[in-house]
């Protein structure tokens, strides 16, 4: 599998931070959103690239809560926060051989890991 290539994807997981988070809020997890996923090493490039991105703000945003609402749930956003994880994806990035098509592939993967946040967040309320 290609995300087994980048350094310990199996600590970048954070599907049950986020589910976490939602119970405590008394929300469902959304539905799945399809994503433009070939599963080859630029797929895989792309997509954590949008998420492994995600923890840049994290800290920023975790400063807020809890000065604004604080208890408010926050596993999501302090996933990871011990471990170097942004680091150590972009030595990964840094260390491979992309061709152009492959950062075609990647920007294309990005972009649609985007649109699903995009979906995920409009439901309605």
């Known amino acids: 599998m290609a995300a087994d290539l980048v350094p310990d994807i199996s600590r970048r ?3 049950e931070a986020l589910a976490g988070d939602l119970r405590l809020l008394s929300r469902e997890v959304p539905p ?5 996923y070939a599963g080859d ?3 895989v490039a792309g997509a954590l690239y949008v998420l492994e991105g995600s923890r840049l703000g994290s800290k920023v ?3 807020h ?3 604004c609402l604080p208890g408010l749930p926050s596993q ?6 011990d471990r170097p994880l942004w680091q150590s994806f972009v030595g ?3 260390s491979e ?3 152009p098509e492959d950062l075609a592939v990647m920007r294309g993967s990005a972009a649609s890991v985007f649109r699903a946040y995009l979906s995920a967040c409009d439901d309605g309320d």
């Open 13 to 15: 997981w954070r599907e």
């Open 32 to 36: 799945g959103v399809g994503i433009a």
């Open 41 to 43: 090493a630029a797929s």
């Open 61 to 63: 945003l975790l400063r």
């Open 65 to 67: 809560l809890e000065t």
């Open 76 to 81: 999501f956003l302090s996933h990871g926060m």
């Open 92 to 94: 990964w990035l840094n």
């Open 97 to 99: 051989k992309w061709t």
